[in-house]
Protein backbone atom coordinates (compact mmCIF):
# COMPACT_ATOMS: atom_id res chain seq x y z
CA UNK A 1 0.00 0.00 0.00
CA UNK A 2 1.03 3.57 0.09
CA UNK A 3 3.00 5.49 2.58
CA UNK A 4 2.74 8.98 3.00
CA UNK A 5 5.49 11.33 4.73
CA UNK A 6 4.86 15.03 5.74
CA UNK A 7 7.47 17.62 6.96
CA UNK A 8 7.37 19.61 9.00
CA UNK A 9 5.12 18.13 11.73
CA UNK A 10 4.69 22.06 13.16
CA UNK A 11 5.81 25.39 11.21
CA UNK A 12 5.47 29.03 12.68
CA UNK A 13 6.40 31.98 10.35
CA UNK A 14 5.53 35.83 10.56
CA UNK A 15 2.40 37.32 8.70
CA UNK A 16 2.90 37.82 5.09
CA UNK A 17 5.90 35.56 4.93
CA UNK A 18 5.74 32.30 2.60
CA UNK A 19 4.92 28.67 4.22
CA UNK A 20 6.26 25.61 2.36
CA UNK A 21 4.97 21.48 3.43
CA UNK A 22 6.99 18.88 1.73
CA UNK A 23 5.00 15.34 1.23
CA UNK A 24 6.86 12.74 -0.22
CA UNK A 25 4.98 8.88 -1.27
CA UNK A 26 6.16 5.59 -1.85
CA UNK A 27 3.72 4.16 -4.53
CA UNK A 28 4.85 5.41 -8.11
CA UNK A 29 1.18 4.53 -9.19
CA UNK A 30 -0.09 7.13 -7.21
CA UNK A 31 -1.67 9.78 -9.40
CA UNK A 32 -4.25 12.04 -7.20
CA UNK A 33 -2.56 14.46 -4.93
CA UNK A 34 -4.91 16.62 -2.61
CA UNK A 35 -4.31 19.07 0.44
CA UNK A 36 -6.64 19.13 3.32
CA UNK A 37 -7.12 22.55 5.44
CA UNK A 38 -8.15 21.79 8.92
CA UNK A 39 -9.04 24.16 11.17
CA UNK A 40 -9.35 23.72 14.91
CA UNK A 41 -12.46 21.78 15.72
CA UNK A 42 -13.76 21.66 12.62
CA UNK A 43 -13.48 19.36 9.93
CA UNK A 44 -11.11 18.94 6.78
CA UNK A 45 -11.60 21.01 4.04
CA UNK A 46 -10.01 20.91 0.49
CA UNK A 47 -7.98 23.92 -0.73
CA UNK A 48 -6.27 22.48 -3.52
CA UNK A 49 -5.11 19.01 -5.54
CA UNK A 50 -3.42 17.87 -8.65
CA UNK A 51 -3.22 15.05 -10.73
CA UNK A 52 0.19 13.56 -11.70
CA UNK A 53 -0.07 14.65 -15.82
CA UNK A 54 0.39 17.98 -13.98
CA UNK A 55 3.56 19.68 -12.75
CA UNK A 56 2.12 22.51 -10.77
CA UNK A 57 -1.45 24.22 -10.25
CA UNK A 58 -1.81 27.38 -8.42
CA UNK A 59 -5.36 28.86 -6.57
CA UNK A 60 -4.45 32.73 -5.63
CA UNK A 61 -1.90 32.47 -2.65
CA UNK A 62 -1.90 28.66 -2.87
CA UNK A 63 0.28 26.53 -5.04
CA UNK A 64 0.98 22.88 -5.04
CA UNK A 65 4.18 21.25 -7.02
CA UNK A 66 4.45 17.73 -7.82
CA UNK A 67 7.98 15.63 -8.96
CA UNK A 68 7.12 12.31 -10.01
CA UNK A 69 10.12 11.42 -10.47
CA UNK A 70 11.60 11.97 -6.82
CA UNK A 71 7.71 11.14 -5.28
CA UNK A 72 7.19 14.39 -3.74
CA UNK A 73 4.82 17.36 -3.76
CA UNK A 74 4.46 20.45 -2.15
CA UNK A 75 2.31 23.15 -0.30
CA UNK A 76 3.11 26.63 -1.31
CA UNK A 77 1.24 29.74 0.45
CA UNK A 78 2.22 33.20 -0.15
CA UNK A 79 1.84 36.39 2.04
CA UNK A 80 0.73 34.03 4.75
CA UNK A 81 -2.29 35.53 7.03
CA UNK A 82 -3.52 34.55 10.41
CA UNK A 83 -6.36 32.90 9.16
CA UNK A 84 -4.26 30.52 6.99
CA UNK A 85 -2.98 29.19 10.71
CA UNK A 86 -4.29 25.30 10.89
CA UNK A 87 -3.36 21.51 10.39
CA UNK A 88 -2.51 20.77 6.84
CA UNK A 89 -2.27 17.13 5.46
CA UNK A 90 -1.41 15.87 2.41
CA UNK A 91 -2.59 12.81 0.59
CA UNK A 92 -2.03 10.09 -2.02
CA UNK A 93 -4.60 8.33 -4.25
CA UNK A 94 -3.21 4.59 -4.55
CA UNK A 95 -2.74 3.40 -7.41
CA UNK A 96 -4.67 0.33 -6.64
CA UNK A 97 -7.94 1.59 -5.58
CA UNK A 98 -9.20 4.78 -6.54
CA UNK A 99 -10.80 5.09 -3.51
CA UNK A 100 -8.02 5.09 -0.72
CA UNK A 101 -6.28 8.43 -0.05
CA UNK A 102 -3.71 7.95 2.13
CA UNK A 103 -2.83 11.21 4.09
CA UNK A 104 0.15 12.24 5.78
CA UNK A 105 0.25 13.00 9.68
CA UNK A 106 -0.47 17.01 9.38
CA UNK A 107 1.61 20.20 9.74
CA UNK A 108 0.27 22.18 12.43
CA UNK A 109 0.95 26.02 11.17
CA UNK A 110 0.69 28.79 13.15
CA UNK A 111 0.92 32.87 11.52
CA UNK A 112 1.74 35.17 13.88
CA UNK A 113 0.80 38.27 13.14
CA UNK B 1 -24.20 23.87 5.91
CA UNK B 2 -21.13 21.03 4.77
CA UNK B 3 -23.03 19.34 2.76
CA UNK B 4 -22.31 16.27 5.05
CA UNK B 5 -23.85 16.02 8.32
CA UNK B 6 -23.00 13.74 10.73
CA UNK B 7 -24.34 13.01 14.26
CA UNK B 8 -24.22 13.18 17.10
CA UNK B 9 -21.22 15.45 17.70
CA UNK B 10 -19.80 14.25 20.86
CA UNK B 11 -20.51 10.58 22.10
CA UNK B 12 -19.10 9.62 25.12
CA UNK B 13 -19.81 5.22 26.01
CA UNK B 14 -18.88 2.36 28.24
CA UNK B 15 -16.68 -0.20 26.70
CA UNK B 16 -19.87 -2.35 27.44
CA UNK B 17 -22.25 -0.29 25.45
CA UNK B 18 -23.57 -0.59 22.18
CA UNK B 19 -24.10 2.39 19.85
CA UNK B 20 -24.38 4.46 16.35
CA UNK B 21 -22.77 7.07 14.39
CA UNK B 22 -25.06 8.30 11.62
CA UNK B 23 -23.80 10.08 8.51
CA UNK B 24 -26.33 11.62 5.91
CA UNK B 25 -24.79 13.65 2.67
CA UNK B 26 -26.89 16.29 0.68
CA UNK B 27 -24.58 16.57 -2.19
CA UNK B 28 -25.96 13.40 -4.82
CA UNK B 29 -22.40 11.73 -4.49
CA UNK B 30 -22.22 7.62 -5.09
CA UNK B 31 -19.15 6.89 -1.98
CA UNK B 32 -19.61 7.69 1.37
CA UNK B 33 -16.51 6.90 3.82
CA UNK B 34 -15.86 6.55 7.64
CA UNK B 35 -12.62 7.82 9.01
CA UNK B 36 -10.52 7.40 12.07
CA UNK B 37 -8.65 10.48 13.25
CA UNK B 38 -6.38 10.12 16.19
CA UNK B 39 -4.24 12.40 17.65
CA UNK B 40 -0.76 12.52 16.11
CA UNK B 41 -1.47 9.94 13.74
CA UNK B 42 -2.66 10.23 9.95
CA UNK B 43 -6.33 10.09 8.98
CA UNK B 44 -6.99 6.10 8.69
CA UNK B 45 -9.47 5.37 6.67
CA UNK B 46 -12.00 2.24 7.80
CA UNK B 47 -14.69 1.66 5.20
CA UNK B 48 -16.04 2.91 1.72
CA UNK B 49 -19.22 2.07 -0.09
CA UNK B 50 -19.99 3.00 -3.54
CA UNK B 51 -23.72 2.74 -4.30
CA UNK B 52 -24.30 0.99 -1.01
CA UNK B 53 -21.51 -1.83 -1.70
CA UNK B 54 -18.79 -2.29 0.73
CA UNK B 55 -15.36 -1.75 -1.54
CA UNK B 56 -13.17 -1.01 0.91
CA UNK B 57 -12.56 -2.73 4.31
CA UNK B 58 -9.86 -1.44 5.65
CA UNK B 59 -8.61 -4.25 8.17
CA UNK B 60 -10.70 -2.74 11.09
CA UNK B 61 -11.94 -4.73 14.37
CA UNK B 62 -15.26 -6.57 14.28
CA UNK B 63 -16.43 -4.27 16.67
CA UNK B 64 -17.04 -1.46 14.03
CA UNK B 65 -19.83 -2.89 11.90
CA UNK B 66 -20.96 -0.19 8.90
CA UNK B 67 -23.80 -0.01 7.15
CA UNK B 68 -25.10 1.89 4.20
CA UNK B 69 -29.07 1.51 3.59
CA UNK B 70 -28.61 3.74 0.62
CA UNK B 71 -26.27 6.51 -1.09
CA UNK B 72 -27.30 8.98 1.47
CA UNK B 73 -26.88 7.46 4.29
CA UNK B 74 -24.03 5.53 5.99
CA UNK B 75 -23.93 4.48 9.84
CA UNK B 76 -21.20 2.65 12.20
CA UNK B 77 -22.52 0.80 14.60
CA UNK B 78 -20.54 0.37 17.59
CA UNK B 79 -20.15 -2.80 20.08
CA UNK B 80 -17.91 -3.56 23.40
CA UNK B 81 -15.09 -0.52 22.13
CA UNK B 82 -12.17 -0.33 23.97
CA UNK B 83 -10.39 3.13 25.12
CA UNK B 84 -7.81 3.32 22.19
CA UNK B 85 -10.76 3.61 19.95
CA UNK B 86 -11.39 6.98 21.66
CA UNK B 87 -11.48 9.18 18.31
CA UNK B 88 -12.45 11.44 16.36
CA UNK B 89 -14.99 9.24 13.92
CA UNK B 90 -15.37 11.39 10.30
CA UNK B 91 -17.71 10.85 7.29
CA UNK B 92 -16.66 11.86 4.25
CA UNK B 93 -18.75 11.21 0.52
CA UNK B 94 -17.04 12.08 -3.45
CA UNK B 95 -18.85 11.77 -6.40
CA UNK B 96 -16.99 8.62 -6.84
CA UNK B 97 -13.92 7.27 -6.71
CA UNK B 98 -11.78 9.65 -8.72
CA UNK B 99 -12.60 12.85 -7.10
CA UNK B 100 -12.12 14.92 -3.99
CA UNK B 101 -13.60 14.06 -0.46
CA UNK B 102 -16.05 15.95 1.38
CA UNK B 103 -16.35 15.52 5.20
CA UNK B 104 -18.53 16.06 7.42
CA UNK B 105 -17.61 17.93 11.16
CA UNK B 106 -17.44 14.23 12.41
CA UNK B 107 -18.12 12.55 15.79
CA UNK B 108 -16.02 13.05 18.62
CA UNK B 109 -16.47 9.66 20.41
CA UNK B 110 -14.96 8.78 23.99
CA UNK B 111 -14.81 5.13 25.75
CA UNK B 112 -14.80 5.01 29.38
Known sequence: ?113 | ETGVTQTPRHLVMGMTNKKSLKCEQHLGHNAMYWYKQSAKKPLELMFVYSLEERVENNSVPSRFSPECPNSSHLFLHLHTLQPEDSALYLCASSQDGDSPLHFGNGTRLTVT
Open chain 1, 1 to 113: GENVEQHPSTLSVQEGDSAVIKCTYSDSASNYFPWYKQELGKRPQLIIDIRSNVGEKKDQRIAVTLNKTAKHFSLHITETQPEDSAVYFCAARWGGSNYKLTFGKGTLLTVNP
